[in-house]
T-cell receptor, first 113, second 113 residues
Framework: DTEVTQTPKHLVMGMTNKKSLKCEQH?????MYWYKQKAKKPPELMFV???????INESVPSRFSPECPNSSLLNLHLHALQPEDSALYLC????????????FGSGTQLSVL | GNSVTQMEGPVTLSEEAFLTINCTYT??????LFWYVQYPGEGLQLLLK?????DKGSNKGFEATYRKETTSFHLEKGSVQVSDSAVYFC????????????FGSGTRLQVQP
């Protein structure tokens, strides 16, 4: 199994809502990532978890809250988002040995109204 | 700072044409270099990589050579197919310290039959 599975594929939420994005991998990878990708732009790193501990936070606003419950799961909790947060949110994983070969999920397309 | 610069797109080619997508980088130290591809509606996939000067990465007919003297990692393919239509991202990761990918802006390739 070389897949990274993200749910939901699409999400529409209001600025007062609380929602969560989920990501799952069963490749035994020990590093997991959240990226944000705006249309026609490259992915921008948000968070990195290594061995279930947060190792990189790219100064992301606190309305985004990551969580790594175990080595296979990664969540991104969303609260009080702004319309400019609308984007494709990509999860990725790697074997943690160098962060080089990332396996990406197909993403969650988020729209904030 | 550390960065990756790619040629502007879109690049539009006829099937069986020769492809070059330029990528240059600024770096201190000796980064590893990558090309990732994003097909419509999907996450990114690693296409090829090179980890030291003069290395050539290759996959699915695509090639790129790590040129330290020109700080470049241009992507080439001798004969493109319609199925190669996608967005191509050049990326790098440093050999020490913060090991997370930095992506270029991406180049959209459109191959016409």
């Amino acid at each position: 199994d070389t897949e990274v599975t993200q749910t939901p594929k699409h999400l529409v939420m209001g600025m007062t809502n609380k929602k969560s994005l989920k990501c799952e991998q069963h490749m035994g990878h020990r590093a997991m990532y959240w990226y944000k990708q705006k249309a026609k732009k490259p992915p921008e790193l948000m968070f990195v978890y290594s061995y279930e501990k947060l190792s990189i936070n790219e100064s992301v606003p606190s309305r985004f809250s990551p969580e790594c419950p175990n080595s296979s799961l990664l969540n991104l909790h969303l609260h009080a988002l702004q319309p400019e947060d609308s984007a494709l949110y990509l999860c990725a994983s790697s074997d943690g040995q160098g962060g080089e070969k990332l396996f990406f999920g197909s993403g969650t397309q988020l729209s904030v109204l | 700072g550390n960065s990756v610069t790619q040629m502007e797109g879109p690049v539009t080619l006829s099937e069986e044409a020769f492809l070059t997508i330029n990528c240059t980088y600024t770096a201190t130290g000796y980064p590893s270099l990558f090309w990732y591809v994003q097909y419509p509606g999907e996450g990114l996939q690693l296409l090829l990589k090179a980890t030291k000067a003069d290395d050539k990465g290759s996959n699915k007919g695509f090639e790129a050579t790590y040129r330290k003297e020109t700080t470049s990692f241009h992507l080439e393919k001798g004969s493109v197919q319609v199925s190669d239509s996608a967005v191509y991202f050049c990326a790098l990761i440093w050999d020490t310290g913060r090991r997370a990918l930095t992506f270029g802006s991406g180049t959209r390739l459109q191959v016409q039959p």
